[in-house]
């Protein structure tokens, strides 16, 4: 929230040549109260209520067709770098079933935030319908703006969704209005739809990861759906919140190829482990890096590479970019792509 503050400040600032403005703190921090103006911000953020959830009306499944492309963008609402790019490159090709938004609004999802980094540049024209996930970022402003903006303007009727042909069923979940975890009642719902899907295949979009080689990992992800991960029920999981690229190998337990796609609009700062790590191919200016599998993950090929659209500072900060995916009856490609649309990865997920 204090983030948020600072932003809405700084349009009276300094354009930086990266993008964005230089903050004018104004009143309170030129008149030296910088605690009391911190603490007002939190106070704001006592007073604000968390919006009620919004919850499926019944367990009935929306429709997708069976020869469907589908884009998908995690942690893009900056309206900064590369999300805006990804944007047009995304309008440009249109046609798409479904595009799909895996959450985070910044730096808060406050009205204004969603307003501008989210809505306003939003592809609208590029996809039959358009479906938006939870993100931590919208709750910290308590989500009003996500459910109340956002949600309607999608005609999105709530937080999670699913659709199904007649091979597959997608299905978004909501991890963010209880933090990293699914309530008992998301869960119930889950686990009827699944087993309302019969033999469907079953792929998961959520924000956060359930196991991750760089970040915390799922624990409470994997105990709600315990049963699933047993049954090897889910064939292909994709999720943002590391803003990273992240493309896992098939995990030996629960037999799912898990997908981190959180690399939509944040500049992130290269790590050290990923810059020093193996490389594996370089394609369209950045690098496939390998990191073996750990206690918690499989292995992985995780992008690495320099940010052109952070201008003065590209060796800085990781590449940008979205995902595509194409349904052709029972098969699924899966492609990623640079913010310009270059295609850097594509492989069969069945």
Not at 15 to 34: N, T
Not at 227 to 233: G, S, W
Not at 239 to 258: A, F, K, M, P, Q
């Amino acid at each position: 929230m204090l983030q948020s503050a600072i932003a809405a400040h700084a349009k009276a600032g300094s354009a930086l040549k990266a993008g964005g403005f230089e903050a004018q703190f104004g009143e309170g921090f030129a008149g030296g109260d910088w605690w009391g103006w911190i603490r007002s911000v939190f106070d704001h953020v006592g007073a604000d209520k968390r919006c009620p959830i919004k919850r499926p009306a019944d367990t009935n499944i929306g429709s997708i067709a069976d020869k469907a492309r589908v884009a998908v963008l995690a942690d893009w609402g900056t309206n900064l770098y590369g999300a805006p790019v990804s944007a047009s490159s995304i309008d440009r090709v249109g046609g798409y079933e479904m595009l799909l938004h895996l959450g985070d609004i910044y730096y808060s999802g406050t009205d204004e935030e969603t307003e501008e980094r989210f809505i306003n540049a939003w592809p609208k024209r590029a996809a039959k319908i358009s479906r938006a996930l939870n993100g931590n970022h919208e709750m910290y402003s308590g989500g009003n703006a996500y459910f109340n903006k956002v949600l309607p303007l999608f005609d999105q009727t709530s937080s999670y969704f699913a659709l199904q042909n007649q091979h597959w069923l997608l299905v978004g979940l909501d991890t963010a209005y209880v933090d990293h975890e699914l309530d008992d009642q998301q869960t119930a719902w889950l686990r009827t739809v699944v087993s309302n899907a019969g033999p469907r295949k079953l792929v998961l979009f959520s924000h956060h990861q359930p196991f991750s080689r760089l970040d915390r990992q799922g624990p409470k992800l994997q105990a709600a759906l315990s049963d699933l991960f047993r049954r090897r029920r889910i064939t292909a999981w994709y999720w943002g919140h590391e803003h990273e690229c992240v493309i896992y190998d098939r995990d030996l337990r629960t037999g799912l190829l898990g997908r981190c796609i959180g690399n939509g609009g944040i500049p992130a700062p290269r790590k050290s482990v990923v810059m020093n790590a193996h490389s594996v191919q370089v394609v369209n200016d950045v690098t496939w890096k390998h990191l073996p599998a750990d206690e918690n993950a499989p292995a992985c090929l995780i992008l690495d590479g320099p940010n052109p659209f952070v201008a003065g500072e590209e060796q800085k900060f990781g590449p940008h970019g979205f995902l595509t995916l194409e349904f052709d009856g029972p098969g699924l490609t899966e492609r990623i792509h640079l913010p310009d649309g270059r295609e850097i990865f594509a492989g069969q997920v069945i």
